[in-house]
């Protein structure tokens, strides 16, 4: 079964796919299948965010799979749609990138064991929101921008509105 934050209710992969083959399974998935879609009419970058829970042992897949706390994934990533498309995956004991070959139609593992940066120049966050974060925050985001705060360089704003364009340049490129 899959739940999505496009529909109201969990449905069965068969229905979902139309195959009958997708009827029964060990796992449930849950995903934002178009994060970032008002990018879409810009031609700026958009993504999918996806976890996935094993159903639990003896019972078949109900709406309750879908209720377990993260610790309890067995696999968590995004996929990048952009200039190229970009597959994040982890199982638990690391993370690795994945990279689509067009003219093959296959992902290469391009980014291997891969972690953020200890510093980065990119802070990214919606300055929209900026005066309803607490002082604290805006104090330190105000630092950032000054370059005084504990990463000692001045940053830049780099914020797309998806979340896993705007995660994946900060797991790359390293920053906050």
Not at 24 to 52: C, H, Q, R
Not at 131 to 144: E, I, M, N
Not at 150 to 163: P, T
């Amino acid at each position: 079964r899959v739940a999505s934050e496009e529909e109201d209710v969990p449905r069965c992969c068969s229905d979902v796919m139309g195959d009958n083959a997708f009827a029964m399974g060990d796992y449930v998935a849950v995903f934002d299948p178009i994060d970032g879609s008002k990018n879409i009419e810009s031609s700026l970058p958009v993504g999918t965010v996806f976890g996935i829970y094993r159903v639990a042992p003896g019972t078949s897949a109900s709406d309750k799979s879908f209720l377990q706390t993260g610790n309890h994934m067995v696999a968590a990533g995004y996929c990048l749609y952009s200039a190229t498309t970009v597959l994040v995956l982890t199982m638990g004991t690391g993370v690795d990138g994945f990279t689509l070959d067009p003219d093959k139609g296959t992902f290469l593992h391009t980014h291997r064991d891969i972690r953020i940066p200890s510093s980065g120049p990119i802070y990214s966050f919606n300055e929209a929101n900026f005066h309803d974060f607490s002082s604290p925050v805006r104090r330190y985001l105000d630092a950032l921008k000054e370059g005084s705060s504990s990463v000692g360089v001045r940053s830049n704003a780099r914020y797309v509105g998806a979340l896993v364009a705007d995660v994946h340049n900060v797991l790359i490129n390293g920053g906050i």
